[in-house]
């Protein structure tokens, strides 16, 4: 069993940054993987970021990569997401999601946080 809770979303402007924090407790030490995830209103979930236990292989979306870095400090029980350079686009609600059993697939997460929204508008 994993809790996750985000926190860190807010009003930005186009060009503005945001640090996203996802606080994980439970048996954090179980974590394989730990990703981000967003979902535009009227629009599907859509695969942000992930990291593994390492933190050494990062993975981004294609319309992030570049923009937003996805980090982890497993003895503090915290994932990060760095949003640099927001787009309008980027308008979200954001979710941490972490799983603790090995897999390569994208979108195969078990525990989920409740989300933080995430909004880029002048």
């Known amino acids: 069993q994993v809790l996750l809770a985000e926190s860190g979303g807010g009003l930005v402007q186009p060009g503005d940054s945001l640090r996203l924090a996802c606080a994980a407790s439970g048996h954090t030490f179980s974590i394989y993987d730990m990703a981000w995830f967003r979902q535009a209103l009227g629009k599907e979930r859509e695969f942000v970021a992930a990291?593994?236990?390492?933190?050494?292989?990062?993975r981004y979306g294609d319309s992030v990569k570049g923009r937003f870095t996805i980090s982890r400090d497993n003895f503090m029980n915290t994932g990060h997401l760095q949003m640099n350079r927001l787009k309008p686009e980027d308008t979200a609600v954001y979710y941490c999601a972490a799983r603790t059993r090995p897999s390569g697939l994208r979108d195969d997460y078990d525990y989920w946080g409740q989300g933080t929204q995430v909004t880029v508008s002048s």
């Open positions: 990291v593994g236990w390492s933190g050494g292989n990062p």
